[in-house]
């Protein structure tokens, strides 16, 4: 059986890190990362992108070597990606940080409001199923998280939990402290909007987790899925929402929401359709037959 030499270059200076000899064909290029991790312990594999051009795209850990387009002396390039966490860590942090901030409001805790409104509860039953609504939502994101989701990168840059927390955690307490603020006033078409809205939030929650259910038993390896799947629900809690408490805060996180999830969305589609030659390059990546 022939096996392979392969060196590491430093993708940016083309300088060689290191040249590991008597290789196994079969070897997989996370195989390699521990190899390489041995000799630089400074780079652990979660940290390191391999990639045969410089400027090429990273390989993936599954990728066997002899399956590659190399010789028997393979030059692989080396960027280092920077300090990783794990996916499940980020999810789980910027979820249990709205989950709690939104409680301080809604139970007044001192010096949010004035002192004589300290642990009082408001009169306005929305007030409460809005807690409740948005409560529920974050502690089913963060069982998605734990029992549900399956992660195709096991981590993510560092800096990313702060980026994330800023976002989920300041629009938390920007919306919590309006609607749960002792002058916070019911939205004007009263309980006909409320009941309205408490469905459209209630119907898009159960089937964003039905989806979540679905994708993760049938979805294939290696195949696209139908984009607009994962955005349609999850927009129209956060509509239904908006409608349920009439805030101006909670519009404004929809609408930034909607124009990250865009972004996402097209940049997937993009990908999509230089990977998949069957993928249907008329779909839609978020709204069908609009965007």
Not at 147 to 153: A, G
Not at 195 to 205: E, G, K, P, S, T
């Amino acid at each position: 059986m022939k096996h392979y030499e392969v060196e590491i270059l430093d993708a940016k200076t083309k300088d060689k890190l290191c040249f590991l000899d008597k290789v196994e064909p079969n070897a997989t290029i996370g195989e390699i990362k521990s190899m390489f991790h041995k000799s630089h312990p400074q780079w652990y594999p979660a940290r390191q992108s391999i990639r045969l051009d410089p400027k090429g795209k990273s390989l993936k850990d599954e990728d066997v070597l002899q399956q590659l387009p190399v010789g028997t002396t393979a030059t692989f390039y080396f960027r280092d990606l920077g300090a990783q966490i794990s996916w499940v860590t980020v999810f789980l942090t910027e979820y249990t940080g709205p989950l709690v901030i939104y409680l301080l409001f809604y139970f007044r805790v001192p010096f949010i409001y004035t002192p004589k409104y300290d642990f009082t509860t408001s009169k306005h039953w929305v007030v409460h199923l809005a807690c409740m609504c948005h409560s529920f939502h974050y502690v089913k994101r963060l069982l998605e998280t734990l029992f549900v989701h399956r992660f195709s990168h096991g981590t993510m840059p560092l800096r990313n939990i702060f980026k994330n927390c800023t976002y989920y955690w300041g629009f938390a307490a920007w919306m919590a402290y309006y609607i749960n603020h002792p002058l916070y006033t019911p939205p004007i078409y009263g309980e006909q909007q409320i009941r309205l809205a408490l469905i459209v939030f209630l119907f898009c929650q159960i089937g964003n987790f039905s989806i979540h259910i679905a994708l993760r038993n049938l979805r294939p390896p290696g195949r696209f899925v139908t984009l607009w799947l994962f955005f349609l629900p999850q927009l129209g809690s956060w509509l239904g929402f908006t409608l349920m408490t009439q805030c101006l805060p909670v519009a404004f996180f929809t609408l930034v929401g909607f124009i990250q999830m865009t972004v996402w969305a097209k940049g997937k589609h993009r990908s999509y359709l230089k990977e998949f030659r069957d993928y249907p390059p008329l779909r839609s990546p978020i709204l069908p037959f609009v965007l």
